[in-house]
């Protein structure tokens, strides 16, 4: 009986450390490494499932889903998070927000929002960069703005004073990354407003509706696939230029990917991931059809430090929720 398991066992082994290993792999090496990712939380719930159960069965075999969950810990503190909130006085509060070009509907209560919203720095991606919006957002002036990109869909505005500006992408792409340095007391502050390439997929019929999804699976795997290799030569782009900068940095926007891929570990192997140092529960920022991903974040590194962050999910004029982030720089 012991040796007829060892096989599955050690199958079943081989399979985790493979799939764990995919987010090492690039899309633009391998191109279905983005595909193979999407098991890793699978595996992570089979593996803990595997060792409860030996666990009251009082099997030695609990050391192998033990130790799968251990090499998969850095997965399991990218999906929940149970940090507590830090206070300090020198702090300043940062918002990104999708706004899907405010066609969702109340669009009057959404500019209301997020005007009304006091946070000393505010990043919008799907910006609608009319001047009338400008204006509401920026509050006669009382914030200073910088709204470009395709479309005027970026916008960074800030109660700070910007010192430096710039778009990464001038031709016509609704997926592009602008940057302000910002003058904080004595500091300066680079902040990168991203919103790297989307899947373009039709959720409601190439995902969920079984017979739209066999019909268009191809399609949808084709979408998938050249996203995931656009979004590593944009992540590329990003951490070069990020390379040359000397200030404190935050990056942060609507990412497009989830935190068990390889364009979502290049940047956290660079910089500390707000939800994981100072969030708490799961995070999910999507308000999709499918509810349960996390795809917006922030980023930050040296001297700054996270003492929160939060996903406001009762705020639900967008396809996402907005998140919040309190930081302090240190000396």
């Given at each position: 009986m012991k040796s007829i398991l060892k096989l599955p066992i050690l199958i079943w082994c081989l399979v985790t450390v493979i799939v764990y290993g995919s987010v090492w792999v690039s899309p633009e090496f391998f191109r279905y490494s983005g595909l193979v990712s999407l098991g890793i939380p699978i595996l992570l719930v089979l593996n803990f499932v595997f060792f409860v159960a030996m666990l009251l069965l009082k099997s030695k075999r609990a050391i192998v889903p033990a130790i799968l969950l251990l090499i998969g810990l850095p997965f399991i503190k990218s999906t929940i998070s149970f940090s507590s909130a830090q206070e300090s006085p020198a702090s300043f509060q940062i918002m990104s927000y999708n706004l899907m070009r405010m066609n969702k509907g109340k669009q009057k209560e959404m500019l209301q929002w997020i005007a009304s919203n006091p946070s000393d720095i505010k990043i919008f991606q799907e910006f609608l960069g009319t001047r009338d919006v400008?204006?509401?957002?920026?509050?006669?002036?009382?914030?200073?703005?910088?709204?470009?990109?395709?479309?005027?869909?970026?916008?960074?505005?800030?109660?700070?004073?910007?010192?430096?500006?710039?778009?990464?992408?001038?031709?016509k792409t609704t997926n592009n990354i602008i940057f302000a340095d910002l003058k904080i007391g004595k500091d300066t502050l680079r902040v990168y407003n991203v919103h790297l390439e989307s899947m373009n997929i039709n959720v409601e019929q190439e995902v969920i509706d079984k017979k739209e999804f066999e019909r268009k699976f191809e399609t949808a795997r084709r979408k998938f696939l050249r996203g995931s290799v656009q979004r590593t030569a944009q992540i590329k782009d990003l951490l070069a230029h990020a390379k040359e900068c000397s200030h404190p940095i935050l990056i942060l926007g609507d990412f497009n990917d989830i935190p068990y891929s390889y364009n979502y570990f290049q940047i956290s192997r660079k910089y500390n991931n707000a939800f994981e140092k100072a969030g708490r529960g799961f995070g999910f920022t999507y308000n999709g059809k499918l509810p349960f991903l996390r795809i917006d974040n922030q980023f930050y590194n040296s001297p700054l430090k996270a003492l929160n962050f939060t996903t406001l999910n009762t705020v639900d004029y967008s396809d996402h929720f907005p998140v919040v982030g309190i930081y302090s720089i240190s000396h």
């Open positions: 400008i204006k509401a957002v920026s509050e006669n002036g009382k914030y200073n703005s910088f709204v470009g990109g395709y479309g005027n869909s970026y916008a960074i505005f800030s109660k700070y004073p910007m010192v430096n500006k710039g778009v990464f992408y001038e031709e």
